[in-house]
């Protein structure tokens, strides 16, 4: 994948693999992710001008919340020893994202509430599940959405 065309250059840094980065090309929505070396596609469907060739960005930012969810939940159960034996999170914005992209450019846009769904799987008791539902709130990646944070352009 290149370098993005917009002027602004990454840093050549020890710490260039936290950098994440995404190129669109010239036409179209299909933009290319890179993510320490891995490589995943983001698009818009076919009814917003999109080819559908991988989830929308509000997609993987709800993949990303669901993924941190899920990897919190097995890191607890691992530490604590329960016999945890699946977690299975389902997400979803409360809204479409079709306003968001059509009025991007003038308003103010953005989800503003996520319904989770959690499902445990294995023995475990129901103190235990009811512990692991509470540490599902710990996940360092919901902490961060819900504290917010500011985004700088920097070169």
């Not at 990897?71 to 691992?78: G, N, V």
């Not at 599940?129 to 360092?140: G, H, K, S, V």
Request: net charge negative.
């Amino acid at each position: 994948m290149s370098q993005p065309q917009t002027g602004t250059t990454l840093p050549a840094d020890a710490d260039a693999d936290r950098w994440v980065s995404a190129h669109v090309g010239p036409s179209g929505f299909r933009t290319e992710l890179l993510a320490r070396g891995h490589t995943f596609v983001t698009d818009e469907p076919r009814s917003l001008g999109g080819t559908d060739a991988g989830p929308t960005p509000y997609e993987i930012l709800l993949s990303a919340l669901g993924g941190c969810t899920a990897m919190t939940l097995r890191m607890y159960a691992d530490r604590k020893n329960y016999p945890l034996e699946s977690v299975t999170v389902q997400m979803r914005s409360a809204r479409a994202h079709e306003p968001d992209c059509e009025n991007c450019a003038t308003e103010k846009v953005g989800i503003s509430r996520v319904e989770r769904r959690i499902e445990l799987g294995g023995p475990i008791t129901d103190e235990q599940r009811e512990r692991l539902l509470q540490i599902a709130d710990r996940c360092p990646v919901k902490q961060t959405l819900e504290r917010g944070f500011k985004i700088e352009s920097v070169r």
